[in-house]
């Protein structure tokens, strides 16, 4: 029989969020053939129609007060944030929770799911943005702001945007397995599982947006010479400022040394090279600035718990894990 999938609409939803997920399944759907293994429904909170929030209109059907649904996902969205529109949410998440086998948020979809309580007790995940605010509104919620998403139990919660696409692949590998979850991947041309975590993504945008224009043209310039010297000295140099007011104006504005940021930079491309690349682990360790292949394992090993050639074997094959 196959899975019925609720996801939630409302006035001011994020249209990527509903619209990669129903993506994911249709995809699947259309690589398994018939019978169909998901049974998809946009259901809108408030009418038929909802306009999105930068204005998209998305059509679906009222939700049931009370239904039999395999799997409850509640996007995210600056709508879902008015308090109002929050507590209908979560209202009528709890109404349906106890017969779904499992509950997914999308983004900042976790605001209605954490008005639940539902999350109190669990591990989770959301927009790098919100998890601050998240963790102040809620915190028996342990969040982990890392992480594309997370499973607790029955409980998944994503990172932001693009991030409900790995959390839909994922949830397709779960239901009908690798292969399949690996042929929709294909299809709709993303990573099975996208390597490293969201702070990737935002860390570099972060120095930039915030940095002086020196720091904004340093931030360009490193991960495209993650093989050269990058001592402090010579970032200091290249922003012409001396070693100990670079560090320090450094730390001050983002929270990190330049060691650790580059060290950062390093072992995400790396993450990035290791599951694609035919390259060996020692050129790959040169090839992003390490002085020796044992410095590099013990790099990776220590911030991420593997080995490289562990964390290649796992993610360049469709084995499980992508789910934290």
């Not at 979850?181 to 041309?189: D, H, K, P, Y």
Request: hydrophobic share 40%; proline share 5%.
């Amino acid at each position: 029989m196959n899975k019925r999938i609720c996801i939630l609409a409302f006035e001011g939803v994020n249209a990527l969020d509903l619209t990669g997920l129903v993506e994911v399944f249709a995809t699947a759907n259309a690589q398994a053939g018939e019978p169909r293994p998901y049974d998809v429904e946009v259901s809108c909170l408030e009418g038929q129609v909802v306009r999105s929030e930068y204005g998209i209109l998305l059509g679906g059907s009222p939700p049931s007060r009370k239904a039999d649904y395999d799997t409850i996902i509640v996007p995210g969205g600056a709508g879902l944030r008015e308090d109002e529109t929050m507590r209908a949410t979560a209202a009528w998440v709890l109404r349906n929770a106890e017969s779904a086998r499992r509950i997914v948020s999308v983004c900042t979809g976790i605001y209605g799911l954490a008005e639940t309580g539902l999350l109190d007790g669990r591990r989770a995940t959301t927009h790098w943005r919100f998890c601050g605010d998240v963790a102040r509104l809620y915190p028996q919620i342990r969040m982990e702001p890392d992480a594309i998403f997370i499973r607790d139990g029955r409980f998944y919660t994503s990172a932001g945007i693009t991030a409900a696409i790995d959390l839909g692949l994922a949830l397709v590998e779960e239901d009908l397995g690798p292969s399949m979850a690996l042929a929709a991947a294909r299809e709709l041309v993303v990573f099975l599982k996208r390597p490293g975590g969201q702070l990737q993504y935002s860390e570099p945008l972060r120095f930039q947006s915030r940095g002086t224009d020196r720091f904004a043209d340093l931030a360009a310039w490193l991960p495209a010479n993650l093989d050269a010297d990058l001592s402090v000295e010579t970032l200091a140099a290249r922003v012409h400022l001396g070693r100990r007011q670079f560090g320090r104006a450094f730390k001050t504005a983002f929270g990190a040394t330049p060691a650790d940021y580059v060290e950062s930079l390093r072992l995400s491309e790396a993450i990035r090279r290791l599951p694609m690349s035919r390259q060996s682990v020692d050129s790959i360790a040169a090839s992003i600035g390490y002085a020796s292949p044992d410095a590099f394992r013990h790099a990776f090993q220590r911030r991420y718990g593997v080995s490289p050639s562990a964390y290649r074997t796992c993610f360049a094959s469709s084995a499980s894990g992508g789910i934290q």
